[in-house]
């Protein structure tokens, strides 16, 4: 019993979930061939070998069954990256966020001290006339800026559009970038984006190639999208030791009634829903409602938090990279197929050399591998 609560413990602590990665393992551009990238295939430890380490990624045609549903995040990286330069010629980086109200957005700056309240900025390109922005406030929660913008850049397509124009692909500062900018405007999208929203790819998706979606297709497995714009909320690093009332930034969330009534139908059956990475499985989990006991579609903001303990509603496998120590999505993989042996898995793929973080290789939880699998939830 008294182990039994160690390890429940040690669950909430943010220390453990830390591990040691050799920094020549992060990788700093994606596999030529996107379905030919490396994937570990989690397996029921109890039956079988733990797991697999010689698949790639095209091998999914093979582990996914004519019915199942596979679920992608359609969300679009924006170009929101953006240079600013102060009345005095300093330059500070800016990433938009999100939309506060009318045409102020929530920023990242970097340096944030630069940026006083009403002082003003100018935004450059040299293939467009300069724009004057303004400071309208600090925002506490993540030490950003509130910025005005221009009068008409009001939703998430004005400012697309201008982020077009005036910004670059945000790529994780653990990404070397020795690419030209129009390889990682590339690179650095799922194949089915469409929907422009996020400030951060849903890295699972970079493994599936057009001919895989293809293949899947023909095999009958059903491809449906949902959209979660990544935003603070995912990249956030955790700065509490205790996880217990652990909270994350809010990110819009959409899933429609085609992949509400798919779901329905598939709880009936021994079908089951298999997620394409960490953001469609927040995704789809939010779109349960305790209140009536029911999946219903939802377009709204979304702050769940799932670590372990947590009892899965929808999703019963899941698409995943390599993860940074101490992050929520550690948290949320753990709750899935345990913490301490999630970290077991890191070792061996650390042992054998996958490719870690947002261009590396990948982790396919399989439904049998899922903790306490005969208990999957049920209306």
Known sequence: MISKINIEEKDYRLESYDYLLDPSLIASKPSAIRHESRLMIVRNSVLEEDCLTNKFTKNLLDEFREGDLVVVNNTKVMKARLKVELENGTLVELLVLERSHECVWLCLAKPAKKLKINRKIILKSPSAQDIKLMVNGVDEETGGRFIKFPENITDLNSMNDLLDKYGEIPLPPYIKNTEEESFHENSYQTEYATNPGA???????LHLSKSLISNLKKKGVII???T???GYGTFKPIDQEDLRNLQLHKEWVSVNKE????IKKIKKTDRRI???GTTSVRALESCYSQEINDYIPIAKYVDLVIKPGYKFKVVDGLLTNFHLPKSSLLLLVSAMIGRERLLDLYKKAIKEKFRFFSYGDAMYISPDSLLKKKNRFRL
């Open 199 to 205: 400030v951060a790819a849903p890295t699972a998706g």
């Open 259 to 262: 992949v509400v009534e798919e």
């Open 224 to 226: 449906l999208p949902i």
């Open 274 to 276: 298999i997620a394409i």
């Open 228 to 230: 979660l714009h990544v």
